[in-house]
């Protein structure tokens, strides 16, 4: 242990001698070093670099590290999430250029609203030949801003180089002249002290804040190894300020956002927002008046904050929900007739049921005990009369169930009109592709329209359409041009792909509509 312990202190003689003559070499004295200056500013992923300078030797300086700042982000372009409006707010979200997975989202203000602004800030400096521009920023929405001229500054004048007219001596002053580079006619002359020093101006070395003095230092021109330093005072504008923090406004209170200084906690900023007459909390739909089968209810419902905040809403009426029963039967002369019983308000109806036929007989096929309505070899007439019952069994379909071009009516360009009665069931393939048909009312049987059913029907102005129908097939009703009218007498009815002209447009309408009729106007479906 005694021989450990003796190489170490030769070890320390060694080194500290060793310093002693590099010392020497460089020109030894101690260092009286000026304050920090920040030379690389730390961000949210690098740390930052500060070096100080021996005010004795210039050249004798040292450096060392900044801590990262995890709040030192500089953001990219901000994307717009929530786009924002006259009455509501919107969202956006910046990403931080260092790094990716640094993210922040603000609000974007609603735009109704009157600007608070903040102090003018001169964005573009006079000069002593332009114009300058100053602008203010609106303290609710910082997009919003406005801007205003600067008058030229007859003394901003920038001067890069200066030549000595008159040499200064140790007794007498000397004299240089410069030349504006805004314009050249602007000269200035000034004074060359005849004193040892020489100062050059005052250049900022440490800036001041909200909590700590700062510095500045100005050199001899004379000589750069002479220099002094004067303190800054504390500027209590030189905040660091953080994230702004929301309390969003609602339709009773009034929100605010506060930030925060990073130099001193007691250090706040808030601006205050305006009371949003749309920012409710809406509880559940109450009906007040319930609908009917023929008249309309409606519901309301209140905000939580404030009963006195409500809205209220129509519901739709309900339609009849028919039970047909066959109270006389048809022979082959009269018609029958049905009566309907309405589930809900138990309202009674009677109707016609067409039995009479003028199609051949060519036209029936049975299929499983009961009618299906094919193609005939006859040409059928103008007005067709499709029979409820043929032959003591029902008629349930028209046209074949695949894709069959040689469909009961397709192409039979004479027919205007179509007497379809209850039982039928399914429309088939192009059943009634390119006719004549002007208006159609589809029985309350039916659950399916198929395919092209009636594609390229342009005389076909209006379509009646059950609450028994639950499917409406691609171009069932495409390139019918002279459809302006389509009446829904339920709400499960569902249009798959292209079934109408504008399709799109008439499936928003009915699903906001429900029951009722809609009319076509220009490329868009209203209901009447």
């Known amino acids: 242990m005694k021989k450990i312990k003796s190489l170490v202190e030769i070890f320390a003689v060694l080194s500290i001698t060793t310093v002693i003559f590099a010392a020497c070499e460089q020109d030894i004295h101690t260092h009286v070093w000026s304050e920090w200056t920040l030379t690389t500013a730390a961000n949210c992923t690098t740390a930052g670099i500060e070096t100080r300078i021996c005010t004795i030797i210039a050249s004798h300086s040292e450096t060392r590290f900044v801590p990262i700042d995890s709040n030192a982000h500089i953001w990219g372009n901000w994307v717009v999430s929530i786009p924002v409006t006259q009455a509501t707010d919107g969202l956006e979200t910046g990403t931080c250029i260092y790094k990716s997975s640094h993210t922040e989202t603000r609000i974007t203000i609603a735009l109704d609203h009157t600007c608070s602004w903040k102090g003018w800030v001169v964005t573009t400096n006079p000069t002593c030949t332009t114009t300058g521009v100053e602008m203010r920023t609106c303290n609710i929405n910082s997009s919003h801003r406005e801007t205003r001229s600067v008058p030229i500054d007859n003394n901003a004048h920038n001067i890069d180089n200066w030549t000595v007219v008159t040499a200064p001596t140790e007794t007498k002053d000397g004299s240089e002249t410069g030349t504006c580079t805004y314009n050249n006619s602007h000269k200035l002359t000034r004074v060359l002290q005849h004193t040892t020093h020489r100062w050059d101006g005052w250049g900022v070395t440490v800036f001041a804040n909200c909590t700590a003095v700062g510095s500045e230092t100005r050199w001899c021109l004379n000589n750069a190894d002479h220099y002094e330093t004067r303190s800054i005072p504390i500027n209590p504008n030189g905040h660091d300020w953080g994230n702004w923090t929301l309390t969003a406004a609602t339709c009773t209170s009034s929100g605010n956002e506060t930030r925060t200084c990073s130099l001193n906690p007691s250090h706040k900023e808030t601006f205050n927002i305006a009371i949003s007459q749309t920012a409710h909390n809406w509880g559940s739909w109450s009906v007040i008046v319930a609908p009917t089968c023929t008249e309309t209810g409606f519901e309301e419902r209140e905000c939580s904050r404030d009963s006195s905040h409500y809205e209220s809403r129509t519901i739709n009426a309900l339609g009849h929900d028919w039970t047909w029963t066959l109270t006389t039967p048809p022979t082959k002369i009269t018609n029958a007739i049905e009566t309907g019983i309405c589930n809900r308000d138990s309202y009674e109806e009677t109707r016609t049921v067409i039995h009479y036929t003028n199609l051949s007989d060519d036209y029936f096929e049975l299929v499983g005990g009961a009618y299906r309505i094919v193609r005939g070899n006859s040409i059928p007439p103008n007005e067709v009369y499709i029979p409820a019952n043929y032959n003591g069994l029902p008629v349930k379909e028209i046209g074949m169930p695949n894709t069959d071009y040689n469909s009961p009516f397709s192409f039979r360009t004479n027919i205007i009109s179509v007497y379809i009665p209850m039982g039928i069931t399914t429309f088939g393939f192009c059943a009634f592709v390119f006719t004549n048909l002007v208006?159609?009312?589809?029985?309350?049987?039916?659950?399916?329209?198929?395919?092209?059913?009636?594609?390229?029907?342009?005389?076909?102005?209006?379509?009646?359409?059950?609450?028994?129908?639950?499917?409406?097939?691609?171009?069932?009703?495409?390139?019918?041009?002279?459809?302006?009218?389509v009446t829904f007498r339920g709400v499960n009815t569902v249009m798959i792909g292209d079934s109408f002209d504008y399709v799109e447009s008439l499936i928003s309408a009915y699903s906001a509509g429900g029951i009722g009729t809609y009319k076509l106007d220009g490329s868009t479906w209203v209901k009447e």
């Open 439 to 485: 208006n159609i009312e589809i029985p309350n049987s039916v659950t399916s329209i198929a395919y092209g059913s009636f594609y390229g029907c342009s005389s076909l102005s209006n379509v009646i359409i059950p609450n028994s129908v639950t499917s409406i097939e691609s171009d069932a009703f495409i390139n019918c041009s002279s459809l302006t009218n």
